[in-house]
């Protein structure tokens, strides 16, 4: 069948829908405002009040402080995609929340352009709620593009991934070059500009995603989410109340004795496990609960895993800016913010080669299962901070450390990033209930969030403990979660009932496709 005679949606180019590139280039341009503003967040920050240099004055706060704002930023920014789930299964679909995301992103960089210190609350604020609404429904738009069982799936989140991170690499390449010339708030001006280049696109490409993302109403079908008959519903289920009482009854607790913020946070949590709970319950057959369960449990290795790779925004961040000799072989000195760009410039060179030698190795019947991928990604990972020890090694002898350090760091960081993220979200969409798709992918985020979270905890703590003792520690940790997973794969992939067994099985012509897509 030729082009000609396609609709739009049906088309295809280099082995994949083309609303695949659609969706690529409005996330680009999303995560290149994200990234941006993330890279440059706790430099300015810690920047004084009076200014150190062309980039102009800071918030002058210190390091624990701002590490502590970086965390609660980074972490909501994910949280907030369970409500922006909500909405698009309950009210709008993932389509227009994606639109609606896009527009208070545009919004929220605006607002950042000021110097007022509300502004930059408002802002964040803004920003929170705009990738709340975008993130989750646009990573689930991708797996609605590709039918059950189309071995596609996984490469084709492989390259949505190298739309993440190449806005990621052109963010931190850029933004750090525009601060040096006109300052910080330009910076975040600059995040806002792309981002209303990814509004047009996202716009004028919606003949190509007809298909995916739109709002069915639920009315009167069997099939109706209703998060209120959920919730209710736990009043008669003794077991899931106590536990859902326990648990309220801790973050309370934690709120007189931490702080209203994680008070807020634990109750928030709490109302999420009783909801989670509840789905579980009302799953029709045991495949589905076994299914889900294994969801939620591979939330802990997203979890532990993005509480350590998120160092690169703060603790090695503010490491590379103060300890690393950043001298380019006399020549030039490389700006702070251009170090956290060798993750996404590695991503963009290694994603299609990691994404096919996993299909490859699957095709051939190797283990290549997501939950497999993810353990050992979490292991490569870790072992990335085998060279942050060596750099806290030299610094404490020599008073610097060498850049070369960080250089392997973060191709460790990134290639096991590859084995865990895009796999992730990929696996969401085969085990997640059709339902409830939207409402887990913003668990998922929701999971990265508590890892971001985390890294701002654990990077705060080297004020107390020392970089050495930090990093260490994160690639112990790491190594033993990574490797428990393994000791416990059978198990786990027997409770996903062959999810991902019938990707193995291709007509000629998927395989064809996917070939030219691996060239």
């Given at each position: 069948m030729s082009d000609t005679i396609l609709k739009p949606h049906q088309r295809e180019l280099f082995g994949q829908p083309i609303g695949l590139y659609i969706l690529f280039l409005t996330e680009m341009w999303e995560r290149f405002s994200y990234y941006g503003m993330r890279a440059l967040l706790v430099l300015y920050m810690t920047t004084s009040?009076?200014?150190?240099?062309?980039?102009?004055?800071?918030?002058?706060?210190?390091?624990?402080?701002a590490l502590a704002l970086y965390g609660w930023y980074t972490m909501l920014v994910y949280v907030m995609s369970i409500p922006g789930g909500m909405i698009a299964d309950k009210l709008i679909g993932q389509k227009k929340a994606v639109l609606l995301g896009a527009v208070?992103?545009?919004?929220?960089?605006?607002?950042?352009?000021?110097?007022?210190?509300?502004?930059?609350?408002?802002?964040?604020?803004?920003?929170?709620?705009?990738?709340?609404?975008?993130?989750?429904?646009?990573?689930?738009?991708?797996?609605?593009?590709?039918?059950?069982?189309?071995?596609?799936?996984?490469?084709?989140?492989?390259?949505?991934?190298?739309?993440?991170?190449?806005?990621?690499?052109?963010?931190?390449?850029?933004?750090?070059?525009?601060?040096?010339?006109?300052?910080w708030h330009a910076g975040f001006g600059l995040a806002g500009i792309v981002m209303v280049l990814g509004l047009i696109n996202y716009i004028g490409g919606q003949k190509y995603l007809e298909q995916v993302g739109n709002f069915v109403s639920s009315t009167g079908?069997?099939?109706?989410?209703?998060?209120?008959?959920?919730?209710?519903?736990?009043?008669?289920?003794?077991?899931?109340?106590?536990?859902?009482?326990?648990?309220?009854?801790?973050?309370?607790?934690?709120?007189?004795?931490?702080?209203?913020?994680?008070?807020?946070?634990?109750?928030?949590?709490?109302?999420?496990?009783a909801l989670l709970m509840m789905i579980y319950k009302e799953l029709e057959t045991q495949v589905y609960k076994d299914r889900f369960m294994v969801l939620l449990l591979s939330f802990i290795m997203v979890i532990i895993f993005w509480g350590a790779f998120e160092q690169a925004g703060g603790l090695m961040n503010l490491y590379t800016d103060t300890k690393t000799n950043r001298n380019f072989f006399g020549l030039f000195e490389i700006p702070t913010v251009m170090y956290q760009s060798l993750n996404a410039g590695f991503i963009i060179l290694?994603?299609?080669?990691?994404?096919?030698?996993?299909?490859?190795?699957?095709?051939?019947?190797?283990?290549?299962?997501?939950?497999?991928?993810?353990?050992?990604?979490?292991?490569?990972?870790?072992?990335?901070?085998?060279?942050?020890?060596?750099?806290?090694?030299?610094?404490?002898?020599?008073?610097?450390?060498?850049?070369?350090?960080?250089?392997?760091?973060?191709?460790?960081?990134?290639?096991?990033?590859?084995?865990?993220?895009?796999?992730?979200?990929?696996?969401?969409?085969?085990?997640?209930?059709?339902?409830?798709?939207?409402?887990?992918?913003?668990?998922?985020?929701?999971?990265?969030?508590?890892?971001?979270?985390?890294?701002?905890?654990?990077?705060?703590?080297?004020?107390?403990?020392?970089?050495?003792?930090?990093?260490?520690?994160?690639?112990?940790?790491t190594m033993i979660i990574g490797?428990?997973?393994?000791?416990?794969?059978?198990?786990?992939?027997?409770?996903?009932?062959?999810?991902?067994d019938n990707e193995r099985e291709m007509h000629s012509d998927e395989a064809e496709g996917f070939e030219l897509a691996d060239n």
């Open positions: 009040t009076l200014g150190d240099d062309a980039r102009g004055a800071g918030l002058g706060w210190t390091s624990k402080e208070v992103l545009c919004i929220g960089h605006g607002v950042l352009v000021l110097t007022d210190i509300w502004a930059f609350y408002t802002g964040l604020g803004l920003v929170i709620l705009g990738v709340g609404l975008l993130k989750p429904n646009i990573s689930t738009m991708v797996g609605g593009l590709y039918k059950e069982g189309d071995i596609r799936r996984d490469k084709g989140f492989s390259i949505f991934y190298i739309g993440i991170n190449l806005g990621s690499l052109l963010a931190t390449m850029i933004v750090g070059g525009v601060v040096a010339k006109w300052g079908n069997e099939n109706e989410v209703s998060y209120g008959k959920l919730y209710s519903k736990l009043f008669s289920s003794p077991k899931q109340l106590l536990i859902a009482i326990i648990l309220l009854v801790a973050s309370i607790f934690g709120w007189y004795k931490m702080d209203w913020g994680y008070g807020m946070l634990f109750i928030f949590l709490t109302a999420i496990a290694f994603a299609t080669l990691v994404a096919s030698i996993w299909a490859k190795r699957k095709l051939k019947g190797s283990e290549a299962s997501s939950l497999f991928k993810m353990a050992l990604g979490i292991i490569i990972m870790g072992f990335g901070f085998l060279f942050m020890v060596f750099a806290a090694i030299q610094f404490e002898k020599s008073g610097t450390s060498s850049m070369i350090w960080l250089v392997l760091a973060y191709f460790f960081h990134t290639i096991g990033e590859l084995c865990i993220s895009p796999v992730a979200l990929s696996f969401i969409t085969k085990l997640a209930p059709v339902k409830y798709a939207s409402l887990m992918m913003g668990v998922y985020f929701a999971a990265t969030g508590l890892g971001n979270k985390v890294a701002g905890i654990v990077g705060e703590s080297a004020t107390d403990y020392g970089e050495y003792t930090i990093f260490l520690g994160i690639l112990i940790f490797a428990l997973f393994i000791l416990i794969l059978k198990p786990l992939k027997r409770l996903t009932h062959k999810a991902e």
